[in-house]
């Protein structure tokens, strides 16, 4: 967990617009948040194939019989 939790810090460092030094929690919560909208919608993901998953939810769901 230790490491995962060093990860997600140096992340949110890197990617975040909103990049600190943050004053209050909310400063965090906020960078949190968009560091979650990044992990869950634009990094390329191994086990995708190196698509993203925004792409890849996309692609599956208008594969779908009932896209057509």
Same mark, same amino acid.
């Not at 990094?43 to 086990?47: D, E, F, K, M």
């Not at 194939?49 to 993203?52: E, F």
């Given at each position: 967990?230790?490491?995962?939790h060093?990860?997600? !810090?140096v992340?949110?460092?890197?990617? +975040?617009p909103n990049?600190g030094?943050w004053?209050?929690i909310?400063?965090v919560?906020?960078?949190?948040a968009e560091?979650v909208? /990044?992990?869950n919608t634009y990094?390329?993901? #191994?086990?995708l #194939? #190196? !698509?993203?998953p925004?792409?890849f939810? +996309?692609?599956?769901? +208008? !594969?779908m019989? /009932? !896209?057509a």
């Open positions: 967990m230790h490491s995962q060093d990860t997600h !810090a992340t949110l460092l890197c990617i +975040s990049r030094p004053k209050v909310d400063d919560e906020i960078a949190t560091w909208h /990044w992990f990094r390329p993901h #191994g086990a #194939g #190196g !698509a993203t925004a792409a939810r +996309s692609d599956y769901f +208008s !594969a019989p /009932w !896209a």
